[in-house]
């Protein structure tokens, strides 16, 4: 028996260090922060209980009294059992919890642009229409195109398209608010859910992503290297104030106002019916320009 209340403690440490492993395992994939220094307080404890069960044995070597002498060990061994699950399942469901993160962000993200995909721009748009309606708030879309881009992908090839949706992308979410939503409606038009956003402020928020788009060469991979593609947009802009009751009739407006940019001369801003024109020199639409 005293080999048998000895083993049990001994299975009892073996297991408490057997759960140190996912332990660090889940220590490692977390950020430094208070969630990280739990888990080390935890494991300080797993080292605690694993000095306990040792000192135990220690003392309790060669002394067996009877079977009341066993609970102890019995009940060590269960601790340890319970301890290595509770670590190697919470391990588990954060392998679980990353995978399905990771999925539903690659479920409403656009892999070309890096923004949200159409998918996520229909639920977000009926949700702030409903938001800005429900407490009487202004709500406003952009809709910007890029300008001749089907050129860019004639001349130098979809891959260089791709850098330049991609470029335009990362500049767009540089300029906007924190809270503006900006999304790929189709093809190169990416649209701009400005909420709590009036007309004339979607419109100066529409120019100057007019001409960060504008002063933002984009690198591309060609046959002679270092070349460097600019490119403009036209910006429609409509709100949720001017007429539109719901999210279709909101989306028209835009894609109405942007078109008409593109018909009066491209590269400009057209805010419903009225045409902002361009408030500076702006290079020529797929121009190239040399490396400094």
Request: charged fraction near 20%; hydrophobic fraction near 45%; charge should be positive.
């Amino acid at each position: 028996m005293i080999i048998l209340q000895n083993g049990l403690a001994f299975a009892g440490v073996c297991l408490l260090v057997a759960a140190l492993f996912p332990v660090r395992r889940l220590i490692l994939q977390l950020p430094p922060g208070r969630l990280r220094r739990s888990w080390y307080v935890l494991t300080a404890l797993i080292l605690c209980f694993i000095a306990g069960y040792i000192g135990y044995s220690v003392t309790r070597i060669s002394s067996y009294g009877g079977p009341l002498d066993l609970v102890v060990p019995v009940m060590f061994f269960l601790g340890g059992c319970f301890v290595f699950q509770v670590n190697s399942l919470s391990f588990r469901t954060a392998l679980d919890g990353r995978r399905l993160a990771i999925l539903e962000q690659e479920n409403i993200m656009d892999p070309v642009m890096g923004i949200f995909n159409r998918r996520y721009l229909e639920r977000r748009l009926k949700e702030e229409v409903m938001r800005a309606q429900r407490f009487n708030l202004p709500l406003t879309l952009l809709l910007l195109d890029i300008d001749n881009f089907k050129e860019i992908n004639d001349k130098y090839g979809h891959q260089a398209g791709d850098s330049v949706l991609g470029s335009v992308g990362e500049c767009i979410q540089k300029t906007v608010r924190i809270t503006d939503i900006v999304a790929r409606y189709g093809g190169d038009e990416i649209l701009v859910i400005a909420p709590n956003t009036d007309v004339p402020s979607a419109g100066e928020l529409a120019e100057r992503l007019r001409q960060a788009v504008g002063n933002s060469p984009v690198p591309v991979e060609v046959r002679t290297r270092g070349l460097k593609v600019r490119c403009e947009v036209s910006v429609g802009v409509a709100g949720l104030d001017q007429g539109a009751t719901d999210s279709l009739a909101l989306l028209s407006d835009v894609d109405e106002a942007m078109y008409r940019a593109k018909r009066e001369g491209r590269n400009r801003v057209v805010i419903g019916a009225k045409a902002v024109p361009p408030r500076d020199e702006s290079p020529i639409p797929g121009g190239l320009t040399q490396p400094e």
